[in-house]
């Protein structure tokens, strides 16, 4: 039996040869989709940590939470962060010492500098002043090896007065914040390099 398409003539045979090229066709693009989806994926997963997983929580689905995560990349990339100059790093070492020295006397006081110098820091490198929550997702463009940890000594340092924190939650978040404002000292070029390795 002959089939006559657009002045062509076409046997079965040929026709389901055709329609059997063009499913394996269509399922290669799918195939090649849901590789590139899976790359995509993998890459916002290393790049972001945990970060990832909490945007994924919060926004419902992965497709979502790229989409937000490289929204963030776009909105870090067009602000002016800088690496700080030799003296203001000296100066925000020395505060982060008196802050630091503090922390036996006067916990509870010490976390909430340290939280300050923090936002101070953020700014000085180009960070804009904002909630806490859109600072935090600025930070993890860069740093999101750190997020958890600001996350945890962030809300221990604008705790409430009547629910203290302990002692050792107080010294938990000292340690967090050293390590985060480690971290933002450092040039930018050696976090990208750690990062990558």
Same mark, same amino acid.
């Given at each position: 039996? &002959?089939?006559?398409?657009?002045?062509?003539?076409?046997?079965? =045979?040929?026709?389901?040869?055709?329609?059997?090229?063009?499913?394996?066709?269509?399922? $290669?693009?799918?195939? /090649?989709?849901?590789?590139?989806?899976?790359?995509? =994926?993998?890459?916002?997963? &290393?790049?972001?940590?945990?970060?990832y997983d909490r945007a994924v929580v919060t926004h419902g689905s992965a497709r979502e939470a790229e989409a937000k995560l490289a929204d963030r990349e776009a909105r870090v990339d /067009?602000?002016?962060?800088?690496?700080?100059? $030799? =003296?203001?790093?000296?100066?925000?070492?020395?505060?982060?010492?008196?802050?630091?020295? !503090?922390? $036996?006397?006067?916990?509870?006081?010490?976390?909430?500098?340290?939280?300050?110098?923090? &936002? /101070?820091?953020?700014?000085? !490198?180009?960070?804009?002043?904002?909630?806490?929550?859109?600072?935090?997702?600025?930070?993890? $463009?860069?740093?999101?090896?750190?997020?958890? &940890?600001? !996350?945890?000594?962030h809300s221990i340092a604008v705790r409430p007065g009547q629910v203290d924190a302990t002692t050792e939650e107080l010294r938990t978040a000292m340690i967090q914040y050293r390590s985060?404002?480690?971290?933002?000292?450092?040039?930018?070029?050696?976090?990208?390099? !750690?990062?990558?390795?």
């Amino acid at each position: 039996m &002959n089939y006559h398409l657009m002045g062509y003539y076409f046997t079965q =045979t040929q026709l389901i040869v055709a329609v059997a090229v063009l499913v394996v066709l269509i399922l $290669v693009v799918i195939g /090649a989709f849901i590789q590139r989806r899976r790359v995509r =994926t993998v890459a916002f997963r &290393n790049r972001f940590g945990s970060e990832y997983d909490r945007a994924v929580v919060t926004h419902g689905s992965a497709r979502e939470a790229e989409a937000k995560l490289a929204d963030r990349e776009a909105r870090v990339d /067009a602000l002016k962060i800088r690496e700080l100059g $030799v =003296t203001e790093r000296e100066r925000f070492v020395a505060e982060w010492h008196t802050v630091q020295s !503090r922390f $036996v006397d006067h916990p509870r006081a010490a976390v909430t500098e340290a939280d300050d110098l923090i &936002n /101070a820091l953020l700014v000085a !490198r180009g960070y804009p002043q904002s909630s806490f929550e859109q600072r935090a997702a600025d930070i993890s $463009v860069h740093y999101p090896h750190v997020m958890e &940890n600001y !996350r945890v000594a962030h809300s221990i340092a604008v705790r409430p007065g009547q629910v203290d924190a302990t002692t050792e939650e107080l010294r938990t978040a000292m340690i967090q914040y050293r390590s985060i404002f480690d971290d933002l000292l450092q040039a930018q070029e050696s976090i990208s390099t !750690r990062t990558a390795a």
